[in-house]
């Protein structure tokens, strides 16, 4: 018993010190004034129609892009739970190939592939096509963050996905539900822990992100999280900055109370 606790040091160090204390740091300058006296002016910083203006752009990019990487990697991840192993393996690899590369390359990347005179308009042009016009624009911060979050909604419900005992969905095939009833009344339902965390591990990120609008929205386009990087970087001003910040933590609770709640090991169960 002794072993088993001195070998959960490590882990209870590197929490408490790399997430308990910066979250308490970040706790003290939102509640508190240059001064040092108490306050809630900084987590009121939200409600500046500059910053709801952002905090909405956020939200709506995010859902967005969350939704679209639902709808590609769902069916990408049917796919692939119905192939052989090794096959599976090689897609799976292609998809996590991009991973192992820093993300601010990624999106310097598109930058180039979507600027004005970037590699794709000097395709288009080649072939006389009209150019796109899409640098610098949501549409560009949507396919920035769709490309680098994708992953993370592919595998959780490939996961899932191949727990799925395969008796069961013959046995609704046996019964004469046919393959659109097999889908939204077993297959689907018992998915849904994989989606809700598929869901989360992209909703987060793409609502916290400030990379991505950086680079591909040319500066133009501020979403909460360039916001709060310029309280820190530009303006000096962390207790506005960690307001904003533990504002954000809201949506991150309430995501991790939806995996608390949905994320089964086994799966999910059938209406």
């Known amino acids: 018993m002794k072993n088993k606790r001195m070998l959960a040091g490590p882990y209870l160090f590197w929490s408490v010190s790399f997430v308990v204390i910066p979250l308490l740091v970040i706790v003290y300058y939102a509640f508190t004034s240059d001064e040092g006296t108490f306050t809630f002016s900084n987590l009121a910083q939200i409600t500046t129609p500059e910053n709801l203006k952002a905090l909405g752009m956020s939200l709506l990019l995010s859902f967005l892009s969350t939704l679209i990487c639902l709808v590609l990697a769902y069916p990408l991840a049917m796919i692939l739970s119905q192939r052989q192993v090794n096959q599976t393996s090689f897609i799976?690899?292609?998809?996590?190939?991009?991973?192992?590369?820093?993300?601010?390359?990624?999106?310097?990347?598109?930058?180039?592939?979507?600027?004005?005179?970037?590699?794709?308009?000097?395709?288009?042009?080649?072939?006389h096509l009209p150019a796109l016009e899409i640098i610098n624009t949501p549409y560009a911060i949507i396919l920035g963050m769709v490309y680098n979050f994708l992953p993370f909604m592919v595998l959780p419900i490939y996961n899932v996905l191949i727990k799925i005992d395969r008796s069961v969905i013959n046995a609704a095939r046996d019964l004469g539900a046919n393959p659109v009833q097999t889908f939204c009344k077993v297959i689907f339902p018992l998915s849904m822990p994989g989606v809700i965390s598929g869901i989360t591990m992209v909703f987060v990120p793409a609502l916290t992100t400030f990379v991505i609008s950086d680079l591909l929205g040319g500066g133009k386009i501020l979403l909460i999280g360039n916001v709060i990087e310029q309280s820190f970087k530009q303006n000096s001003n962390w207790h506005v900055g960690s307001g904003l910040s533990l504002v954000l933590m809201v949506f991150i609770i309430a995501s991790m109370a939806l995996v608390a709640k949905y994320d089964k090991e086994e799966g999910g169960s059938a209406f």
């Open 92 to 127: 799976v690899l292609i998809f996590i190939l991009p991973m192992w590369m820093n993300f601010l390359l990624r999106t310097l990347a598109w930058q180039t592939l979507l600027e004005k005179n970037g590699v794709v308009n000097s395709i288009l042009g080649f072939f």
